[in-house]
């Protein structure tokens, strides 16, 4: 079992960045996918971004791409997420996940955080 932590969202203006962590409990971090997913106020849960368990593969939402890096450390049982350039529409809670597949598809992901607030002013 892998427990979550989202740290790092906040208030940034329009064009700013934001660095997003997630910590994982345990010894098993490195076994699993993670994955960045988002929900704005009275919306859907959005793929943003993944990596694979060892971090050689990475994927991205079509909005994210050339804006967003995800990138993990399995030393440190912890999973980033480097947001530039954001947008007002990007204001959302932010989650991390982790599953054993490495996919845009949220029910694929077992294990969730408790988020972090994103808010884009502008």
């Known amino acids: 079992q892998v427990q979550l932590g989202e740290s790092g969202g906040g208030l940034v203006q329009v064009g700013g960045s934001l660095r997003l962590s997630c910590a994982a409990s345990g010894r098993t971090f490195r076994l699993y996918a993670m994955a960045w997913f988002r929900q704005a106020p009275e919306k859907g849960r959005e793929f943003v971004a993944a990596?694979?368990?060892?971090?050689?593969?990475?994927y991205y939402a079509d909005s994210a791409k050339g804006r967003f890096t995800i990138s993990r450390d399995n030393d440190k049982n912890t999973v980033w997420l480097q947001m530039n350039s954001l947008k007002p529409e990007e204001t959302a809670v932010y989650y991390c996940a982790a599953g054993l597949k490495t996919t845009s598809w949220g029910p694929d992901y077992n294990y969730w955080g408790q988020g972090t607030q994103v808010t884009v002013s502008s």
């Open positions: 990596i694979s368990r060892g971090g050689t593969s990475t």
